[in-house]
């Protein structure tokens, strides 16, 4: 459904709120439209639909659309040149590279078929790093985030 990649950046150039021309970062953003130019020219035939890519989604009512979405930066051995496959385990992916170099990643991949995340699932071990860190007690409710 997200069928492009945008990369920018950003330097103190929002100067209304809540930026306030102090926002200084870098963006990767997954869309279906054309870049920087807006809804109207991304619901029309423009540069990217004449070479086969789609710029916008038709959303009704009677079909919901849902986007299960993860994003995540991981650490890569020395040596990783690019992706060449990802291998799929109970709560973690491993990234081999074409150069044979792999690298594991804890992620709650299921999500993106379910659609449900648990945050204090066991061995989910960003989340149970974090409550350790802030000291989120049993009393914070499994079902909402705290």
């Known amino acids: 459904m997200l069928r ?8 103190h150039g929002r100067h209304g709120h809540p930026w306030d021309g102090r926002n ?3 963006g990767l953003e997954d869309v279906t439209r054309i870049f920087r130019e807006g809804l109207a020219p991304s619901t029309r035939d423009n540069v990217l639909t004449a070479e ?6 038709e959303l009704r ?10 994003q995540g930066v991981a650490r890569v051995p020395t040596g990783f ?27 709650r991949h299921e999500f993106l078929k379910s659609g449900r995340f648990d945050l ?5 071990p960003i989340f149970s790093r974090l409550d350790d860190q802030l000291g989120w007690s049993e009393s914070v409710s499994k079902d909402q985030p705290p």
Request: proline residues 8%; aromatic residues 8%.
């Open 4 to 11: 492009s990649t945008v990369f920018w950046i950003e330097n």
């Open 24 to 26: 200084n970062c870098l």
């Open 52 to 57: 086969g890519v789609p710029t916008s989604v």
């Open 61 to 70: 009512a009677d079909r919901p659309t849902v986007v299960n979405y993860i």
């Open 81 to 107: 040149d690019v992706v060449k496959t990802v291998e799929f385990a109970p709560g973690e992916a491993t990234f081999v590279s074409a150069a044979g170099k792999a690298g594991d990643v804890p992620v």
């Open 120 to 124: 204090h699932s066991p061995g989910c």
